[in-house]
Nanobody
C-alpha cells in the first residue's frame, strides 16, 4: 500500500519555476517506477516523467531539458523541478507509483494545480 500526497503547485508566470513534491506513506527506494502525470480539463492525462528504481528516467518530449524528476529516499519524497514554465504546462499534476515491475497496479495522489499565466 502506498499513499501519495502532492504539494507545491500554484500560479507562476511564464519563464518561472516551481518544484512539486510527492510525499509517500512508505519507503520509496524499492518502488519500481514513480511518475508525474498531468491533465488539463478536456484533455487526456499524459506522462510528464518517470523515475525507475534503477535510476533511469524518461521524460515527455514537451518537457525535456526543462523538468527534472528525482527521488529523495531518506524523505520518502518524489520531486519534479520545473523550469522555464510555459502556459501549455498548465494542468493538474499527479504523482504515481507502481511498486512492482510485474504487477501493474498504480497508486495515485489527488493532484496539485499548476497554472502558468502572466
Amino acid at each position: 500500500q502506498v499513499q501519495l500526497v502532492e504539494s507545491g503547485g500554484g500560479l507562476v508566470q511564464p519563464g518561472g519555476s516551481l518544484t512539486l513534491s510527492c510525499g509517500a506513506s512508505r519507503s520509496i527506494s524499492s518502488i519500481y517506477v514513480m511518475g508525474w502525470y498531468r491533465q488539463d480539463p478536456g484533455k487526456e492525462r499524459e506522462l510528464v516523467a518517470h523515475s525507475f528504481v534503477d535510476d533511469r528516467t524518461n521524460y515527455a518530449d514537451s518537457v525535456k531539458g526543462r523538468f527534472t524528476i528525482s527521488r529523495d529516499n531518506a524523505k520518502n519524497t518524489l520531486y519534479l523541478q520545473m523550469n522555464n514554465l510555459k502556459p501549455e504546462d498548465t494542468a493538474v499534476y499527479y504523482c504515481s507509483a507502481q511498486r512492482f515491475r510485474t504487477f501493474n497496479y498504480v497508486y495515485w495522489g489527488q493532484g496539485t494545480q499548476v497554472t502558468v499565466s502572466s
